[in-house]
T-cell receptor
Framework: AQSVTQLDSHVSVSEGTPVLLRCNYS??????LFWYVQHPNKGLQLLLK??????LVKGINGFEAEFKKSETSFHLTKPSAHMSDAAEYFC???????????FGKGTTLSVSS | GAGVSQSPSNKVTEKGKDVELRCDPI?????LYWYRQSLGQGLEFLIY????????KSGLPSDRFSAERTGGSVSTLTIQRTQQEDSAVYLC?????????????FGPGTRLLVL
């Protein structure tokens, strides 16, 4: 069965410092992986997706993620945090049929000035 | 509109009542999904529709939950005899086609509160 584990439920950073949100996945096949962001009282927004092309994936708002098969990881990074990055972030894997998305528990990112 | 829309945005109902939640997918998207986001369970897949194929209902938590998609576009999620544990945000998503490389685009959700 496919699953994702987000290693931190809450991450706090200062504005201008790097962001690292950790995600490990479990899959019996080559997965498609995604990061979604959810701002308070807003819908889920796709940040980036990995679909077996380049292992380093660039997304919106300066975020990127690197697929590491040997470590079964798909960590999300950003060089410099902005106050507007404060939100809930979900690491997601698609199911084997390629239909339903399986969500991690989420990581709340707080950014202080 | 350009995105997925859902109505109502908020719904308060009494235990035992039936509710209907509506989703309008992005025009041209053939696949439509329902998810539920609750405090205790996180984000859970409920059901998906792809074109005229039979829906995948594997995520529905009980037979009180059902969904239909008319004309390959608008979908309605119905919860019969609502229970307090049904309180959650119900999210709809659509994608161009149900394939692993596709990304799903989410609506703002319907926040359901069962009293």
């Amino acid at each position: 069965a496919q699953s994702v584990t987000q290693l931190d439920s809450h991450v706090s950073v200062s504005e201008g410092t790097p962001v690292l949100l950790r995600c490990n996945y479990s899959s019996s096949y080559s997965p498609s992986l995604f990061w979604y962001v959810q701002h308070p009282n807003k819908g889920l927004q796709l940040l980036l997706k990995y679909t077996s092309a380049a292992t380093l994936v660039k997304g919106i708002n300066g975020f990127e993620a690197e697929f590491k098969k040997s470590e079964t990881s798909f960590h999300l990074t950003k060089p410099s945090a902005h106050m507007s990055d404060a939100a809930e972030y979900f690491c997601v894997v698609s199911d084997q049929a390629g239909t339903a998305l399986i969500f991690g528990k989420g990581t709340t990112l707080s950014v202080s000035s | 509109g350009a995105g997925v829309s859902q109505s109502p945005s908020n719904k308060v109902t009494e235990k035992g009542k039936d509710v209907e939640l509506r989703c309008d997918p992005i025009s041209g998207h053939t696949a439509l999904y329902w998810y539920r986001q609750s405090l205790g369970q996180g984000l859970e897949f409920l059901i998906y529709f792809q074109g005229n194929s039979a829906p995948d209902k594997s995520g529905l938590p009980s037979d009180r939950f059902s969904a239909e998609r008319t004309g390959g576009s608008v979908s309605t999620l119905t919860i019969q005899r609502t229970q307090q544990e049904d309180s959650a945000v119900y999210l709809c998503a659509s994608s161009l086609m149900a394939q692993r490389v596709g990304a799903q685009y989410f609506g703002p959700g319907t926040r359901l509160l069962v009293l």
